[in-house]
């Protein structure tokens, strides 16, 4: 959990739950893994597994931040895994409804528990919802159901982007899409034309495309090097 946060796409970063498992092979060199392997202390962990823990001690923080920021939520798990309890999802949701001075980035690869509890749910103008997407095949299963959440901004995080994507039939109904490379000393490569191919489709269907880095294991930050009008350009 940081004030600040040193991902591109947001200010900070709200942990009120920790821990994961690996779903999918965009989750295979799991940055947040790497992280608490570094700084596990004792007791057995094995690689893909991580106890989920609730942290209610760390459910206030965003109301204590007093300038507006935008808040990636759960960047150490994710908020609909099947082991966290919809109680819990309750709270995390009714903080960001009272922090409305904040933007929250909810951001899942659950989509099969995003669907079963996203009507159970209120969704407040300054709650964005977003999948994770490294593939077609992910796409094809993660993107129609995010469709369907009544989020007031809706985006696709596709990083790490391992597959080319076609995006084209779903970008009426998305409102932002970031994309990446893998960085790390396994990452695996990403090709410009899949990220070029996925900018050119946001443009021409006017929404707004963030690149975020080309990655590999000195990652390069995307900068402004791809150009376009919408390029790096969140919604309003």
């Given at each position: 959990?940081?004030?600040?946060?040193?991902?591109?796409?947001?200010?900070?970063?709200?942990?009120?739950?920790?821990?994961?498992?690996?779903?999918?092979?965009?989750?295979?060199?799991?940055?947040?893994?790497?992280?608490?392997?570094?700084?596990?202390?004792?007791?057995?962990?094995?690689?893909?597994?991580?106890?989920?823990?609730l942290h209610p001690e760390r459910l206030g923080l965003p109301l204590s931040w007093k300038s507006?920021?935008?808040?990636?939520?759960?960047?150490?798990?994710?908020?609909?895994?099947?082991?966290?309890?919809?109680?819990?999802?309750?709270?995390?949701?009714?903080?960001?409804?009272?922090a409305d001075r904040h933007t929250f980035q909810v951001l899942t690869k659950r989509q099969d528990?995003?669907?079963?509890?996203?009507?159970?749910?209120?969704?407040?103008?300054?709650?964005?919802?977003?999948?994770?997407?490294?593939?077609?095949?992910?796409?094809?299963?993660?993107?129609?159901?995010?469709?369907?959440?009544?989020?007031?901004?809706?985006?696709?995080?596709?990083?790490?982007?391992?597959?080319?994507?076609?995006?084209?039939?779903?970008?009426?109904?998305?409102?932002?899409?970031?994309?990446?490379?893998?960085?790390?000393?396994?990452?695996?490569?990403?090709?410009?034309?899949?990220?070029?191919?996925?900018?050119?489709?946001?443009?021409?269907?006017?929404?707004?495309?963030?690149?975020?880095?080309?990655?590999?294991?000195?990652?390069?930050?995307?900068?402004?090097?791809?150009?376009?009008?919408?390029?790096?350009?969140?919604?309003?």
């Amino acid at each position: 959990m940081s004030d600040k946060s040193a991902i591109e796409w947001t200010d900070s970063t709200w942990n009120p739950v920790t821990g994961c498992t690996k779903v999918s092979p965009g989750c295979a060199h799991c940055y947040a893994e790497a992280i608490t392997l570094r700084f596990k202390r004792g007791g057995p962990y094995l690689p893909g597994e991580s106890e989920i823990k609730l942290h209610p001690e760390r459910l206030g923080l965003p109301l204590s931040w007093k300038s507006p920021r935008r808040i990636f939520v759960n960047s150490m798990s994710d908020l609909f895994h099947d082991d966290v309890p919809l109680d819990f999802i309750y709270k995390v949701f009714e903080v960001m409804t009272q922090a409305d001075r904040h933007t929250f980035q909810v951001l899942t690869k659950r989509q099969d528990r995003l669907l079963e509890l996203f009507e159970q749910l209120s969704w407040p103008p300054n709650v964005w919802m977003g999948v994770s997407v490294e593939n077609q095949y992910w796409a094809d299963r993660r993107i129609p159901i995010l469709v369907k959440v009544p989020a007031a901004v809706r985006f696709l995080s596709a990083e790490p982007l391992l597959k080319p994507l076609t995006l084209g039939p779903y970008l009426k109904d998305l409102d932002w899409v970031i994309v990446g490379g893998e960085s790390g000393p396994k990452a695996r490569p990403v090709e410009e034309k899949w990220v070029t191919d996925i900018r050119d489709d946001c443009l021409a269907h006017e929404v707004p495309f963030f690149f975020k880095q080309w990655g590999g294991k000195t990652s390069k930050s995307g900068g402004r090097e791809l150009g376009g009008r919408y390029f790096n350009d969140a919604p309003i």
